[in-house]
T-cell receptor, first 114, second 114 residues
């Protein structure tokens, strides 16, 4: 089935550790996105990528890093510089750089700092 | 930057009643989309309305768009308990490149009791 797979679903991190969240899509979409969601809040954009080997900062990029070496993959690293990383992280993709269409979301990764 | 603001923040109704949620946004748009999120899950696309459209229907969903007021409404008719979820509006800013990120509001939490 076509879709977006995020892993792990739950992740615990100790203070000072970097962690990487995986996002893989088999929809052949050019654009991919990472959003952060806090309880009772909307989605805030962390990073997005419109094409392989290119990505742009969103509104809350500080303390995060990404890479886009393959079309299918857009991993997010939450670094120790992110002071409040406990949140629900959502990855999404969108079809074709010439289309203003719908986003397809993964099921999310919940990160908790111990 | 939060583009859309949904109203109300929370809505509780009985099965069979209609539910109306509103979204206001700040800048001119290419299109406006509505998404649904069940608790702890990813978002699912419901409907997209373009800036030159005024109304759109999909099953029990009816969306209106008033670009002069920069507002949209989502109507769910004959609500069911399974409609219990959070609903978000999201916009593509007019003039933005294809593949740039959607901007989401904070959402309306709908609770439908049987």
């Amino acid at each position: 089935d076509g879709g977006i797979t995020q892993s792990p679903k739950y992740l615990f991190r100790k203070e000072g550790q970097n962690v990487t969240l995986s996002c893989e899509q088999n929809l052949n979409h050019d654009a991919m996105y990472w959003y952060r969601q806090d309880p009772g809040q909307g989605l805030r954009l962390i990073y997005y990528s419109q094409i392989v080997n290119d990505f742009q900062k969103g509104d809350i990029a500080e303390g995060y890093s990404v890479s886009r070496e393959k079309k299918e993959s857009f991993p997010l690293t939450v670094t120790s510089a992110q002071k409040n990383p406990t949140a629900f992280y959502l990855c999404a993709s969108r079809g074709g750089t010439g289309v203003f269409g719908e986003l397809f979301f993964g099921e999310g990764s919940r990160l908790t700092v111990l | 930057s939060q583009q859309g603001e949904e109203d109300p923040q929370a809505l509780s109704i009985q099965e069979g009643e209609n539910a109306t949620m509103n979204c206001s946004y700040k800048t001119s748009i290419n299109n406006l989309q509505w998404y649904r999120q069940n608790s702890g899950r990813g978002l699912v696309h419901l409907i997209l309305i373009r800036s030159n459209e005024r109304e759109k229907h999909s099953g029990r969903l009816r969306v209106t768009l008033d670009t002069s007021k920069k507002s949209s409404s989502l109507l769910i008719t004959a609500s069911r308990a399974a409609d219990t979820a959070s609903y978000f509006c999201a916009t593509d800013a007019k003039g933005s490149q294809a593949g740039t990120a959607l901007i989401f509001g904070k959402g309306t939490t709908l609770s439908v009791s049987s």
